[in-house]
């Protein structure tokens, strides 16, 4: 290239560098002519593409860098189920779609604090009661129920992965105001970019989805909540100490950053770990435990129908029920192989009932009493090559007696047929959610493979069986868990681009 070009590409850049001028839509049009004209390359066009991209400028003059980050994970699932019931099966769900679209930020802003948003724009919307607006830890059913309690109604929840001030201590700590999550089953921490496989296990999402009802259906007990969190680590010859403390809202709402409304306590998290490495053998291991004051609580805000109203303390009681909960786990890698297994527990306060969760006028009022849900993970996976990895998990879930519907577990899934209750006295479940199990076991097999930088394609199959059926009948005049099982076989596969 001769000093002329070299001398124009240089202001070009220098121009860039300083604010005065950047290489967007309108300076592109400026290069793009100079290639045409012959007076650069397309190639130098490139290399003064690349160097002289658009600063970000930061109101604060102080602040060190600005990073943008974001992914964009495209799947397809085929996921089936069968009823043994006896029951038509459900209609399986075929289809392609946008699972995440994240897009975030974050700032140093020097001395050793910084801040980070990060949000979801392809977050589902959730079910929700219309009494408040806040969160379906109130009475979620259908409307319009006899003896049921206020109904559905479908509103946008808070699309925020996670809100950060982050404060660096040197050689002691990290502390954060945020929202974000706790410390509370090891799955559900990995980062959503480097699951091993597609979607968390039924164990997971059970424990860490949005809030179901008091009696039965997801926990939400260690999804993201607002709070104070620390972490740090502790010295010790050899290995490694970490531990890390949070206190947080008792109980989350899915739409804003608050506890939800008439519900006031809060949470308290604690964990500790220790990690080392033997030979080639490298190992770590520890407990999380949690206590949400709130968990299982129901608000006493009531519907304007009065008819409506008078029913809702009919089958939950609204009133304060805490919940406590343990995680132990270990973690080992030797060579390509690494091993994630863990056990996670919680106890819900009159977490159960001796009556279905039903839309249907039920002639026996029910007896609640503590809940205490298990659930395992166990997930080997082995790096084939350094960009094919292997992946296997095993989860087991035990309701202790609240139950679990098939699709509020497993992501996108059909759900079974409503009819899970028999007998005169409750003929069906709330529409729409399906029936409940008590047990659910799931296999999943699957790989990952890094196509590029920044570039994953991942295909997986799972087969999953829930047993123990919940029925009903008024001879008894209690629910149990006996009914027919029912299964699924799901194959998943996405493409993940991360920047």
């Known amino acids: 290239m001769n000093p002329k070009n070299l001398k124009l590409l240089s202001v070009l850049a220098g121009c860039a560098m300083f604010g005065v001028l950047t290489v967007h839509a309108q300076d592109k049009a400026t290069l793009d002519l100079l290639v045409k004209k012959g007076v650069i390359t397309q190639e130098e066009e490139d290399t003064v593409g690349k160097e002289t991209a658009m600063p970000v400028v930061a109101r604060v003059p102080s602040t060190q860098k600005v990073q943008l980050q ?22 399986p769900t075929d289809q392609m779609y946008f699972r995440r679209v994240m897009l975030g930020m974050k700032a140093d802003l020097g001395n050793n604090w910084s801040g980070e948003i990060m ?89 860490d989805e949005y809030y179901g009802s008091q009696t039965a259906y997801r926990l939400a007990f260690a999804q993201r909540r607002t709070g104070l969190f620390w972490s740090g680590t502790a010295p010790v010859v050899p290995g490694t100490l970490y531990y890390s403390a949070a206190l947080t809202n008792g109980i989350q709402s899915q739409i804003n950053y608050t506890n939800v409304g008439g519900l006031n306590s809060l949470g308290g998290w604690f964990g ?38 008078a029913a809702e303390p009919t089958i939950q009681t609204p009133a304060r029920n805490p919940t406590y909960g343990w995680n132990p786990y270990i973690k080992l890698a030797y060579g390509d192989f690494d091993l994630l297994a863990e056990m996670f527990q919680a106890r819900f306060t009159n977490g159960r009932s001796t009556v279905p969760f039903t839309s249907t006028a039920l002639s026996v009022q029910g007896v609640n009493s503590a809940a205490t849900p298990l659930g395992i993970n166990i997930i080997p996976t082995y790096k084939i090559t350094p960009d094919l990895q292997a992946v296997f998990r095993f989860t087991y879930l035990n309701t202790g007696g609240r139950g679990t519907d098939q699709n509020g577990v497993m992501w996108n899934a059909p759900n ?21 199990f008590n047990n659910a076991m799931a296999f999943y ?28 009948t008024s001879a008894v005049g209690a629910s149990q868990f006996t009914g027919p099982r029912t299964s699924a076989a799901n194959i998943r596969a996405q493409l993940q681009v991360m920047f």
């Open 119 to 207: 949000m979801d724009f392809a977050a589902t919307q959730i079910a929700d009661q219309p009494k408040s607006g806040l969160s379906p830890q109130a009475f979620p059913t259908t409307a319009g129920t006899t003896n049921g309690q206020q109904g559905i109604q479908y509103i946008s929840q808070n699309m925020f992965d996670k809100i950060a001030i982050t404060k660096v201590i040197p050689g002691v700590g990290t502390a954060e105001a945020g929202y974000d999550k706790t410390n509370f089953i090891q799955e559900e921490l990995i980062s959503t970019t480097s699951l091993p496989a597609i979607e968390r296990s039924i164990a997971t999402r059970y424990f």
């Open 445 to 472: 097999w699957g790989f990952n493979y890094n196509v590029s930088a920044g570039v994953r394609f991942s295909a997986g199959y799972e087969i999953a069986d829930f047993w123990n059926r919940q029925v009903y």
């Open 416 to 436: 079974d047929n409503v009819n899970s209750i028999s007998g005169a006295s409750g003929a069906t479940t709330i529409g729409g959610f399906g029936p409940l």
């Open 70 to 91: 974001g992914a964009i994970q495209f799947d397809y699932n085929n996921l089936t189920a069968h009823d043994n019931s006896g029951l038509a099966a459900p209609t």
């Open 272 to 309: 500790t770990g220790y990690k080392n490495k033997v030979g080639g053998l490298s190992y770590d291991f520890g407990i999380n435990l949690g206590y949400s004051g709130d968990g299982n609580s129901q608000n006493t805000i009531k519907s304007t129908d009065t008819a409506t109203a």
